[in-house]
Nanobody, 127 residues
């Protein structure tokens, strides 16, 4: 069973930066769609960004476009989320997700599409 492990969460002041990483416990034959979701207390889980590992195509929600950047490191079986200019509304638990053998286009924002999920890493942004 593949496990996804997130790291890099923490507390930061508004305007600061954090970098999240997600590493798969075993190599997963790709290409795959990998994504970051987040869930704030009392809110539904929402898609943040996704990357198609076959061609590095990336996708972002409107709320993070221009501030967040998703990337992959195939050699390390890892994706990362660089988060800049953080805002208090970015405060949430961030989850890594993977949909095996799939492109991201059209499906990436739907949590139900993903086969594997990490346990999450908490991000807190104070004003």
């Amino acid at each position: 069973q593949v496990q996804l492990v997130e790291s890099g969460g923490g507390s930061v002041q508004a305007g600061g930066s954090l970098r999240l990483s997600c590493t798969a416990s075993a190599y997963i034959t790709g290409p795959n769609c990998m994504a970051w979701f987040r869930q704030a207390p009392g809110k539904e889980r929402e898609a943040v960004a996704a990357i198609y590992t076959g061609r590095d195509n990336t996708y972002y929600s409107d709320s993070v476009t221009g501030r967040f950047s998703i990337s992959q490191d195939n050699a390390k079986n890892t994706i990362s989320l660089q988060m800049n200019t953080l805002k208090p509304e970015d405060t949430a638990m961030y989850y890594c997700a993977l949909k095996k053998s799939a492109i991201c286009y059209n499906i990436w924002p739907r949590a139900s599409e993903y086969n594997y999920w990490g346990q999450g890493t908490r991000v807190t942004v104070s004003s």
